[in-house]
């Protein structure tokens, strides 16, 4: 994941991926709670700066062919 710091700093992703599992954390929860069936809904799993490089140039991969 070394070629994804060329594009955006470290502090960029660390940035990021703190945001999207905090918006994840907050919207399970109020999904959780407004849910009648919230035994089948998925549970949230904080992501990691890899995780979130993988799948964003993965993305962009897909995306460009």
């Known amino acids: ?3 994804c710091n060329l594009f955006m700093e470290n502090d960029f992703w660390l940035h990021l991926v703190m945001q999207v ?4 954390a907050s919207t399970t929860v109020q999904n959780g709670t407004n849910s009648s069936n ?3 809904e998925s549970k949230w799993f904080d992501i990691t700066v890899d995780e979130l490089m993988t799948f964003i140039f993965l993305y962009i991969n897909y995306a460009s062919r």
């Open 1 to 3: 994941m070394h070629v």
């Open 38 to 40: 919230s035994s089948t």
């Open 21 to 24: 599992n905090k918006y994840a």
